[in-house]
């Protein structure tokens, strides 16, 4: 419930505005106005203000004045039907009750015209919405248009954030779809919602640096990108991907310009497995963190396979990370690419293999190959060691993710 305002602001309320009854063009006396019985309340911010605008006849609250959004009465009963807004009422008098119409109150207080810069953006968002809702009944409603109709309002600087921001909330709320033709009602047929996480990794999987500009750099903005990926996903899923998980890691962003980074991708099979052993890869072999991604590194390769496996293979006291009869394959994980990991994988690989062999009492349980599996393709001296081993000794497979499944190498 809002309290009578001190003396000190009406005098500095008249003294800004310049006299009493300009005063009384933005506030009641507390005898006039509705907030100070409790039947009226001002709501911030705009999601709160939608929200409330849509469901709050279930407690019997209405946005009851045309050209204030944030501004809700007791105007019906519970789940009753709102009444139409009315305008803003003469300068210092109330919109007085009737017996055929609820009781609504005038404009803002000198407080609400002194709002803060958030409040003030919540305003001119709601003002974005309800042209929006508006305007959806004929042709798809371009961006642009909503742009003017705030900036003919003198919202100039705030017009492109108040747009987003309403285009995102009515979008994810079912109330648009913001189409690759424009913003327009929802139709059967149209995308859902998708787990943001195969958003980021269609939007990662576009080619980096763009070549559909001439911007240095090869950026691209966010409906560049959702233009490219050809409607599979919506514009506001597209956004919250690139915003929440992708910004500061895989891309960077100037502006509203995008660009991708050098950190790999963890939003497809090889990317997360290269960014987990990097991060992992100054810890100790036998640490908690890099045994759980060999671990999961094995399961997401035996996810792929199309023929039998057996996965922590028991061979008198020890274990094989998997063995694969079918093709007559053991295969060693390992959690890290440098030399000394892959030679131990690559060690561990032969000796299964000689145990097995020597213990194999027909030839459907001999071992023919060996293979390494790691998170990564290696480099330098780790792939330079392969190499020799398979050149010198007998042939090793080398297995790794690449992109959403593993390729294997067969290293001679």
Known sequence: MRSTAPTWVVTEAVAEHGGVEEVRRF??????????????????????????????SQWGLCPTCADEDWHF????????DCPDRCPTPPPGQPAGPTAAEPARTTGTSVQDVAAPTSQNMDQITALATRYIEQHLD???????????HLRARDHNDEATQAVLGAVLDLERTDVVFYALDGIRRPRPGDVGPAPLPEVAAAVLDLPWP???????????????????????????DVYEAMHTLLKGHELKSSRVYWQRTDVPSRFDTAGQFA????????LPPSSSIRQKIEADLVGAYVATLPHRYLR????????????????????????ATDVVTVAHAWAQAVAYRYLLNTAATDERTTVETIAVLLPAAPTGNARAFLEHVAADAFEVELIHPEGETFRSERMS
């Open 138 to 148: 004929g042709d798809p409603l371009q961006w642009n248009d909503v742009i003017a």
């Open 73 to 80: 009465e007791l105007a019906t009963t519970r789940g009753g």
């Open 210 to 236: 763009c070549t559909r500009n001439d911007r240095p750099g090869g950026s691209r903005s966010i409906w560049e990108a959702f233009e490219e990926l050809g409607g599979r996903y919506r514009h506001c």
């Open 312 to 335: 922590e293979h028991r061979i008198g006291d020890l274990k094989a990370d998997v063995y694969e009869p079918t093709v007559q394959r053991i295969v060693e994980a390992k959690s």
């Open 27 to 56: 506030v009641l006396r507390p005898d006039l106005s509705r907030h100070v019985t409790g039947r009226a309340v001002d709501v911030a911010p705009y999601e709160a203000m939608h929200w409330l605008s849509r469901y709050g």
């Open 275 to 282: 960014h987990r052993a990097a991060g992992a890869a100054a």
